[in-house]
Antibody, heavy 121, light 109 residues
Framework: QVQLQESGPGLMKPSQTLSLTCSVS??????????WTWFRQQPGKGLEWIGY???????HYNPSLQSRATISADTSKNQFSLKLASVTAADTAVYYC?????????????WGQGTLVIVSS | SYVLTQPPSVSVAPGQTAIITCGGK??????VHWYHQKPGQAPVLLVY???DRPSGIPERFSGSNSGNTATLTISRVEAGDEADYYC????????????FGGGTKLAVL
């Protein structure tokens, strides 16, 4: 079955660039017309959409993060990544990668377990 | 961007029915999805496209959507249903494509 697994630095300092990777197993990212997506959840807060990369390579971002976020894919490794520049304490969150459910209007039925990123000096 | 409004909390006794609402302007014209999230875990899709359930989700979870309110109904509530519940839509009228409600904490008394 499809599984997603995030990996990242855990602890960062302000102004650094956050780099997260989502490893996909059970399906080839190239073979399915899916939107590979990043979300985050700040401590005690709700879910926030960061952006996606489509299997053909197009990307789209939350306007509030667009200037700092970059999502890319390495299909040879069956991975996709998120880079978030110039992080601050406000970027402290659990970051999730997910895949949309085929045939639905943008619901997400496969999620990684999440990875906590703490930004602190 | 599109705004979804959920009550912060809902309380229900075991065996009773919980109703969680999600308000939005003309939300009945959109497809609404529902997730629950238990502490320390990733969200789980419960209902998609207003009222469909992924395989493995009990029939106790059902959804409806009309006018300005979408509703998630949980029948025969169990202690294990205690979680945060989120509604979500795709807003193709703005650049902010994926929108979540603020979440509702379901407390099972």
């Amino acid at each position: 079955q499809v599984q997603l697994q995030e990996s990242g630095p855990g602890l960062m300092k302000p102004s650094q660039t956050l780099s997260l990777t989502c490893s996909v197993s059970g399906v080839s990212m190239n073979s399915d017309a899916h939107y590979w997506t990043w979300f985050r959840q700040q401590p005690g807060k709700g879910l926030e959409w960061i952006g996606y990369i489509h299997f053909i390579g197009t990307t789209h971002y939350n306007p509030s993060l667009q200037s700092r976020a970059t999502i890319s894919a390495d299909t040879s490794k069956n991975q996709f990544s998120l880079k978030l520049a110039s992080v601050t304490a406000a970027d402290t969150a659990v970051y999730y990668c997910a895949r949309d459910r085929r045939g639905s209007t943008w619901s997400f039925d496969h999620w990684g377990q999440g990875t906590l990123v703490i930004v602190s000096s | 961007s599109y705004v979804l409004t959920q009550p912060p909390s809902v309380s229900v006794a075991p065996g009773q029915t919980a109703i969680i609402t999600c308000g939005g302007k003309n939300i009945g014209k959109k497809s609404v999805h529902w997730y629950h999230q238990k502490p320390g875990q990733a969200p789980v899709l419960l209902v998609y496209d207003d009222s469909d359930r992924p395989s493995g989700i009990p029939e106790r979870f059902s959804g409806s959507n009309s006018g300005n309110t979408a509703t998630l109904t949980i029948s025969r509530v169990e202690a294990g249903d205690e979680a945060d519940y989120y509604c979500q839509v795709w807003d193709n009228n703005s650049q902010h494509l994926v929108v979540f409600g603020g979440g509702t904490k379901l407390a099972v008394l």
